[in-house]
């Protein structure tokens, strides 16, 4: 008598589960970070150590912190804990797993992702301003590239070790390949989408624990606004797309961290070299990355890069 064949789980239930953990768990944390913010902030007032570079640097970054940051920061690490046992059991193969050995093809790879990302990013950028959608700032800082350059290493080395090594890798051990790609993309995007609109805040003095369900609540709402969703979320799926090919047709994650910081960087840049004026959403919104025009530059920018990346020869 044949032993019946064992059955394998879909990974959707676990999937769902893993976003609403996400955002719950976000919402929840977002508080506690807030007030360690605050109290190491005056621990820094009242410390010798504050008075340093890297104290003062701190200090600042701080005082420009709003709750919705907070917020932010709170669901990404969610993110990161929550993955591994919300998706336990599924397999995570070596082939599955992108290459990173740092060879002049990686450094190659990195330089032609970052430098299509951020170039393509700005020419459009400083376009929208003669179109008359930003202006330079009284005094644009060209040269403070500190920042950007810091927050674009630090997102892109550690969301795509997250996103195209860790998530892809188990998606791709457990469903075809087609559907390991499409959810790989949406949970990255949708990651990135749990934040309120732009310019809406929540006083510190009002902040409680419920605070992050009042930051849910208008994150909901952006779901109901069809040209936000369109001009927002579009956009972070097509980043997504063109991250994850990226990983998969080099086969390793120079590509795709030379993209997504090449984008980080330009964001960060162009967002402290001006003002936004106005914006004509669906097709140009507050930011480098919400609106139409920015969805066709990134898919642009994503089949550009394709062409130029070396292709993985599969053993």
């Given at each position: 008598?044949?032993?019946?064949m064992p059955i394998t789980s879909s990974p959707l239930p676990r999937l769902l589960l893993y976003?609403?953990?996400?955002?719950?768990?976000?919402?929840?944390?977002?508080?506690?970070?807030?007030?360690?913010?605050?109290?190491?902030?005056?621990?820094?007032?009242?410390?010798?150590?504050?008075?340093?570079?890297?104290?003062?640097?701190?200090?600042?970054?701080?005082?420009?912190?709003?709750?919705?940051?907070?917020?932010?920061?709170?669901?990404?690490?969610?993110?990161?804990?929550?993955?591994?046992?919300?998706?336990?059991?599924?397999?995570?193969?070596?082939?599955?797993?992108?290459?990173?050995?740092?060879?002049?093809?990686?450094?190659?790879?990195?330089?032609?992702?970052?430098?299509?990302?951020?170039?393509?990013?700005?020419?459009?950028?400083?376009?929208?301003?003669?179109?008359?959608?930003?202006?330079?700032?009284?005094?644009?800082?060209?040269?403070?590239?500190?920042?950007?350059?810091?927050?674009?290493?630090?997102?892109?080395?550690?969301?795509?070790?997250?996103?195209?090594?860790?998530?892809?890798?188990?998606?791709?051990?457990?469903?075809?390949?087609?559907?390991?790609?499409?959810?790989?993309?949406?949970?990255?995007?949708?990651?990135?989408?749990?934040?309120?609109?732009?310019?809406?805040?929540?006083?510190?003095?009002?902040?409680?624990?419920?605070?992050?369900?009042?930051?849910?609540?208008?994150?909901?709402?952006?779901?109901?606004?069809?040209?936000?969703?369109?001009?927002?979320?579009?956009?972070?799926?097509?980043?997504?797309?063109?991250?994850?090919?990226?990983?998969?047709?080099?086969?390793?994650?120079?590509?795709?961290?030379?993209?997504?910081?090449?984008?980080?960087?330009?964001?960060?840049?162009?967002?402290?070299?001006?003002?936004?004026?106005?914006?004509?959403?669906?097709w140009i919104g507050p930011n480098l990355k919400v609106g139409l025009v920015p969805l066709v530059?990134?898919?642009?920018?994503?089949?550009?890069?394709?062409?130029?990346?070396?292709?993985?020869?599969?053993?």
């Amino acid at each position: 008598m044949q032993a019946p064949m064992p059955i394998t789980s879909s990974p959707l239930p676990r999937l769902l589960l893993y976003l609403l953990a996400v955002m719950v768990g976000g919402a929840l944390l977002a508080t506690p970070l807030f007030h360690l913010g605050q109290q190491t902030q005056a621990w820094l007032e009242d410390n010798s150590w504050g008075s340093s570079g890297p104290g003062r640097w701190l200090r600042a970054e701080i005082q420009r912190a709003h709750f919705t940051r907070y917020f932010n920061r709170a669901v990404l690490v969610c993110a990161i804990l929550f993955i591994w046992p919300c998706l336990r059991g599924l397999r995570l193969q070596r082939d599955h797993l992108p290459s990173w050995t740092l060879t002049p093809k990686a450094l190659r790879s990195f330089g032609i992702g970052f430098s299509l990302a951020a170039g393509l990013l700005l020419l459009m950028g400083f376009l929208f301003i003669q179109g008359g959608a930003y202006q330079l700032r009284p005094n644009p800082g060209w040269l403070k590239l500190g920042e950007p350059i810091t927050a674009a290493l630090g997102a892109s080395l550690v969301e795509e070790f997250f996103f195209r090594t860790l998530l892809l890798g188990l998606l791709l051990g457990s469903m075809p390949r087609r559907a390991a790609i499409f959810w790989a993309v949406f949970i990255f995007a949708m990651v990135h989408f749990l934040k309120p609109p732009v310019g809406w805040q929540i006083a510190d003095e009002q902040i409680t624990w419920a605070s992050g369900f009042v930051v849910l609540g208008q994150i909901a709402l952006g779901f109901s606004d069809i040209q936000f969703l369109l001009a927002e979320f579009a956009t972070l799926a097509a980043v997504g797309w063109a991250l994850t090919q990226a990983r998969l047709q080099t086969g390793a994650l120079w590509g795709s961290i030379g993209l997504h910081a090449g984008w980080v960087f330009g964001l960060k840049w162009f967002s402290g070299l001006t003002l936004h004026l106005k914006g004509w959403l669906p097709w140009i919104g507050p930011n480098l990355k919400v609106g139409l025009v920015p969805l066709v530059m990134v898919l642009f920018t994503g089949w550009l890069a394709l062409r130029q990346l070396p292709r993985h020869q599969e053993t």
